[in-house]
């Protein structure tokens, strides 16, 4: 008597054979639809917003205003090149003339506006305070673009780092700071931990699926994926608004996906060729029992995902578009593209000994289940220990992201091997640490008598306050960009504190009752902005995911406490993740263990680290529950310690499938770990992040808790789920002799017998 099957795994099923039954026409379709979305998204390019202010913000406002101030429209980008004598001071001869050659070359590049030396009278209008320092051995020479300071030129900073990095010698340092210093700084990758990284996930696949053909048609699913979850992003960028962190995101959620649900399909598919299944028939067997199940885990993450878009989430909805799109790629990928590839890969996708045993005994070689089984059997002896265990460590990592200080970091945070951030502490030393994060305030008089020198004198004599001057002016609107420098390092408590005090004291006290109104801006404020709204809109994201995952979860399993427990499990994993980063990055020790120093967490990077541990999960984790709810039979095994393996279906499910399970997250581990490795702190925090969720998501949930959690159902006379994925029929008792025996008893003879129906030679 077979089991009855689920409607998801039904519909998975028949697409599965239609698909590898006509494996060359869905190849030919998914190249055709690889490359089209490819060169597609080339083409168009991606047109992402710089715009990270929260939308309605104070900060919001003063980068509208700031737009209409100044000439042409937008905040130009600038760079500063800081000048340190080493022996001496600048205005020595020697040192002076490397300067102004320095600064007619800096001159001559394209799409410069004005470069102002420290000797130059425009200097002090460009920074807004004097560029030569008080003892004359340190100096900053501004670099003005053409190009926005929201969306820098990356070649033209590049260009300027080249030619200032030139003249750093004996006698004179030279260090480059600004926007587009920062942002190649974030980008720049070190091939060689990434080398590594994919070295050892070939290796680790390989070692786990025995057949190099299964290694290559994982990387083909992974390609696949990547290539058209960010060339979906990218087309979606011309209708959507999202920022350039989606398309890393979509990336991100769309090979780990990919890849875990065609490890876990191409192990089904193996234990199905094993037992002599043709390979279309292996194909559909691996679909319906694991592939719809990943499908079905990401098609929550999608539906999850379009709902915080809906529901114009800030800080997470112009990034969730990267991991809706993820998510519906990785459906397509596990219910078409998989079946076919297992249809062409057949009996290749066993190694090449277990090949010719299969067509020489008709039976698969059979896996010792060694320490796997161990921590099954444990797990199932003590599943209520194993399950609070588990919980617990998830809660104190979790109960960690309370307390974290969220903001925005500067180039103080960096390694000291950066040149931005040797110009920070430069700036810092020489002159005052609130130069490296200027705020500006936007006057907008509108009828008032407020006039900007008013507003220049009041904020030069606040407290906190070391400079503030006039930047820009429009008369006929009535606006006025005044720069404010700061005393106190932009990320530090001090800048917070002096940015509330003039918001809701010394600007309310000096427009009264006018109509004039005085908006504040910059890196300090706008970080402070989005840090206010993070805190609500997490709420709102973790309660979508909850919902949209535990209605999933219901539908596919049919019991409410394991679609409970998938839905907050995935949650705790987030939060977990945002702990650690929290433990680490905010505590001393460690950020100077690899060069880094303490500060505040972007918001736009936890937000990715959030959505992306959220989204790698409920694919798998369903996987795990759907496949410890079969029914199995006890393995033939004929050693002791292999015999104790055998305590119910879901230990010995466990046990089998469980290190298949946990490949996809240790390959995973080892790519978030080579990012970790990256210079940047940007890398570096992206990096921990998700290898800390991927690691806790692999050895604690899917080992620990989940398969506890079945076993504890068990014990209450409760079935896992009311209706199962895929239908299982119980084996029934040993039949008379196969073609495997007759096989077997040929060879013995010395007789070279036929293979079984459906092998190949």
Same mark, same amino acid.
């Given at each position: 008597?077979?089991?009855?099957?689920?409607?998801?795994?039904?519909?998975?099923?028949?697409?599965?054979?239609?698909?590898?039954?006509?494996?060359?026409?869905?190849?030919?379709?998914?190249?055709?639809?690889?490359?089209?979305?490819?060169?597609?998204?080339?083409?168009?390019?991606?047109?992402?917003?710089?715009?990270?202010?929260?939308?309605?913000?104070?900060?919001?406002?003063?980068?509208?205003?700031?737009?209409?101030?100044?000439?042409?429209?937008?905040?130009?980008?600038?760079?500063?090149?800081?000048?340190?004598?080493?022996?001496?001071?600048?205005?020595?001869?020697?040192?002076?003339?490397?300067?102004?050659?320095?600064?007619?070359?800096?001159?001559?590049?394209?799409?410069?506006?004005?470069?102002?030396?420290?000797?130059?009278?425009?200097?002090?209008?460009?920074?807004?305070?004097?560029?030569?320092?008080?003892?004359?051995?340190?100096?900053?020479?501004?670099?003005?673009?053409?190009?926005?300071?929201?969306?820098?030129?990356?070649?033209?900073?590049?260009?300027?780092?080249?030619?200032?990095?030139?003249?750093?010698?004996?006698?004179?340092?030279?260090?480059?700071?600004?926007?587009?210093?920062?942002?190649?700084?974030?980008?720049?990758?070190?091939?060689?931990?990434?080398?590594?990284?994919?070295?050892?996930?070939?290796?680790?696949?390989?070692?786990? @699926?025995?057949?190099?053909?299964?290694?290559?048609?994982?990387?083909?699913?992974?390609?696949?994926?990547?290539?058209?979850?960010?060339?979906?992003?990218?087309?979606?960028?011309?209708?959507?608004?999202?920022?350039?962190?989606?398309?890393?995101?979509?990336?991100?959620?769309?090979?780990?996906?990919?890849?875990?649900?065609?490890?876990?399909?191409?192990?089904?598919?193996?234990?199905?060729?094993?037992?002599?299944?043709?390979?279309?028939?292996?194909?559909?067997?691996?679909?319906?029992?694991?592939?719809?199940?990943?499908?079905?885990?990401?098609?929550?993450?999608?539906?999850?995902?379009?709902?915080?878009?809906?529901?114009?989430?800030?800080?997470?909805?112009?990034?969730?578009?990267?991991?809706?799109?993820?998510?519906?790629?990785?459906?397509?990928?596990?219910?078409?593209?998989?079946?076919?590839?297992?249809?062409?890969?057949?009996?290749?996708?066993?190694?090449?000994?277990?090949?010719?045993?299969?067509?020489?005994?008709?039976?698969?070689?059979?896996?010792?289940?060694?320490?796997?089984?161990?921590?099954?059997?444990?797990?199932?002896?003590?599943?209520?220990?194993?399950?609070?265990?588990?919980?617990?460590?998830?809660?104190?990592?979790?109960?960690?992201?309370?307390?974290?200080?969220?903001?925005?970091?500067?180039?103080?945070?960096?390694?000291?091997?950066?040149?931005?951030?040797?110009?920070?502490?430069?700036?810092?030393?020489?002159?005052?640490?609130?130069?490296?994060?200027?705020?500006?305030?936007?006057?907008?008089?509108?009828?008032?008598?407020?006039?900007?020198?008013?507003?220049?004198?009041?904020?030069?004599?606040?407290?906190?306050?070391?400079?503030?001057?006039?930047?820009?002016?429009?008369?006929?609107?009535?606006?006025?960009?005044?720069?404010?420098?700061?005393?106190?390092?932009?990320?530090?408590?001090?800048?917070?504190?002096?940015?509330?005090?003039?918001?809701?004291?010394?600007?309310?006290?000096?427009?009264?009752?006018?109509?004039?109104?005085?908006?504040?801006?910059?890196?300090?404020?706008?970080?402070?902005?989005?840090?206010?709204?993070?805190?609500?809109?997490?709420?709102?994201?973790?309660?979508?995911? @909850?919902?949209?995952?535990?209605?999933?979860?219901?539908?596919?399993?049919?019991?409410?406490?394991?679609?409970?427990?998938?839905?907050?499990?995935?949650?705790?994993?987030?939060?977990?993740?945002?702990?650690?980063?929290?433990?680490?990055?905010?505590?001393?020790?460690?950020?100077?263990?690899?060069?880094?120093?303490?500060?505040?967490?972007?918001?736009?990077?936890?937000?990715?680290?959030?959505?992306?541990?959220?989204?790698?999960?409920?694919?798998?984790?369903?996987?795990? @529950?759907?496949?410890?709810?079969?029914?199995?039979?006890?393995?033939?095994?004929?050693?002791?310690?292999?015999?104790?393996?055998?305590?119910?279906?879901?230990?010995?499910?466990?046990?089998?499938?469980?290190?298949?399970?946990?490949?996809?997250?240790?390959?995973?581990?080892?790519?978030?770990?080579?990012?970790?490795?990256?210079?940047?702190?940007?890398?570096?925090?992206?990096?921990?992040?998700?290898?800390?969720?991927?690691?806790?998501?692999?050895?604690?949930?899917?080992?620990?808790?989940?398969?506890?959690?079945?076993?504890?159902?068990?014990?209450?006379?409760?079935?896992?789920?009311?209706?199962?994925?895929?239908?299982?029929?119980?084996?029934?008792?040993?039949?008379?002799?196969?073609?495997?025996?007759?096989?077997?008893?040929?060879?013995?003879?010395?007789?070279?017998?036929?293979?079984?129906?459906?092998?190949?030679?």
């Amino acid at each position: 008597m077979t089991e009855k099957s689920h409607p998801a795994a039904g519909g998975a099923r028949a697409l599965a054979t239609v698909c590898g039954r006509y494996r060359w026409a869905v190849l030919a379709l998914w190249l055709v639809g690889v490359v089209g979305i490819a060169l597609c998204a080339r083409a168009e390019g991606p047109r992402t917003s710089a715009d990270v202010a929260v939308p309605g913000s104070d900060s919001a406002r003063a980068l509208e205003l700031a737009g209409e101030t100044v000439p042409g429209g937008q905040l130009n980008d600038t760079a500063s090149v800081v000048l340190h004598s080493r022996r001496g001071t600048l205005e020595d001869t020697p040192i002076r003339d490397q300067v102004t050659a320095m600064t007619a070359e800096l001159t001559a590049l394209p799409n410069i506006v004005i470069v102002a030396d420290p000797f130059n009278q425009v200097g002090p209008l460009v920074l807004g305070t004097q560029p030569l320092s008080a003892d004359h051995r340190t100096g900053i020479t501004s670099v003005v673009l053409k190009s926005s300071a929201l969306e820098p030129d990356r070649d033209a900073a590049r260009r300027i780092i080249d030619i200032a990095r030139a003249y750093d010698g004996p006698d004179l340092q030279v260090e480059v700071a600004g926007p587009g210093a920062t942002a190649l700084n974030a980008t720049t990758v070190s091939p060689g931990p990434l080398l590594i990284a994919a070295l050892g996930a070939v290796l680790f696949l390989g070692i786990t @699926l025995r057949s190099r053909f299964a290694v290559a048609l994982c990387a083909a699913a992974v390609g696949a994926g990547t290539i058209s979850a960010v060339g979906v992003t990218v087309l979606l960028s011309h209708v959507l608004t999202m920022t350039p962190l989606a398309l890393l995101l979509a990336g991100l959620i769309a090979a780990g996906t990919s890849l875990g649900g065609a490890v876990v399909v191409v192990h089904r598919a193996q234990e199905s060729l094993r037992t002599g299944a043709r390979p279309v028939d292996a194909a559909s067997e691996a679909i319906g029992r694991s592939g719809a199940a990943v499908a079905v885990g990401s098609l929550a993450v999608a539906v999850a995902m379009a709902v915080v878009v809906k529901l114009d989430l800030s800080s997470f909805d112009a990034i969730a578009v990267g991991a809706a799109a993820a998510g519906a790629v990785t459906v397509l990928i596990m219910l078409t593209l998989l079946p076919a590839l297992l249809a062409v890969g057949g009996p290749h996708l066993l190694g090449w000994v277990e090949r010719h045993h299969l067509e020489t005994t008709g039976t698969g070689l059979r896996q010792r289940p060694g320490m796997r089984a161990w921590w099954a059997r444990w797990t199932g002896r003590r599943p209520a220990h194993a399950a609070i265990l588990g919980t617990l460590v998830l809660a104190v990592f979790a109960g960690l992201a309370l307390p974290i200080d969220l903001g925005g970091a500067d180039d103080g945070v960096d390694p000291t091997s950066m040149s931005t951030r040797r110009a920070y502490d430069l700036l810092s030393a020489e002159f005052f640490p609130g130069l490296n994060g200027p705020m500006l305030a936007l006057l907008d008089r509108r009828d008032s008598q407020v006039t900007a020198a008013e507003v220049v004198a009041v904020l030069a004599k606040t407290p906190g306050v070391e400079t503030a001057a006039l930047g820009a002016e429009n008369p006929e609107r009535g606006l006025a960009m005044i720069r404010i420098l700061p005393a106190a390092a932009p990320r530090s408590p001090e800048a917070v504190d002096l940015l509330h005090r003039l918001r809701d004291q010394v600007i309310p006290t000096l427009v009264g009752d006018t109509t004039a109104r005085v908006h504040i801006g910059g890196a300090t404020a706008i970080s402070t902005d989005i840090a206010a709204d993070f805190q609500g809109a997490t709420t709102k994201l973790l309660a979508v995911v @909850l919902a949209v995952f535990a209605l999933f979860g219901f539908l596919l399993l049919g019991s409410a406490l394991p679609a409970a427990a998938l839905a907050a499990t995935a949650v705790l994993s987030a939060l977990a993740a945002a702990g650690q980063i929290a433990l680490l990055f905010q505590t001393d020790a460690f950020a100077r263990s690899i060069g880094l120093t303490s500060g505040p967490v972007e918001p736009s990077f936890l937000a990715l680290i959030l959505i992306a541990v959220i989204s790698l999960s409920p694919g798998l984790n369903l996987n795990l @529950l759907v496949g410890l709810s079969e029914h199995r039979d006890p393995p033939a095994l004929t050693t002791r310690r292999a015999r104790r393996v055998d305590k119910g279906p879901i230990a010995t499910g466990h046990a089998e499938i469980g290190h298949v399970v946990l490949t996809m997250n240790l390959v995973m581990l080892f790519v978030f770990a080579a990012v970790a490795a990256q210079p940047s702190r940007l890398m570096k925090v992206i990096g921990v992040g998700l290898a800390t969720g991927v690691t806790l998501d692999a050895f604690v949930l899917r080992a620990t808790v989940l398969p506890a959690l079945l076993h504890l159902l068990r014990r209450r006379g409760r079935r896992p789920g009311a209706v199962r994925l895929a239908s299982a029929a119980p084996t029934a008792a040993p039949a008379a002799p196969t073609t495997a025996t007759t096989t077997a008893t040929t060879e013995a003879r010395g007789l070279r017998a036929a293979p079984p129906a459906g092998i190949p030679r």
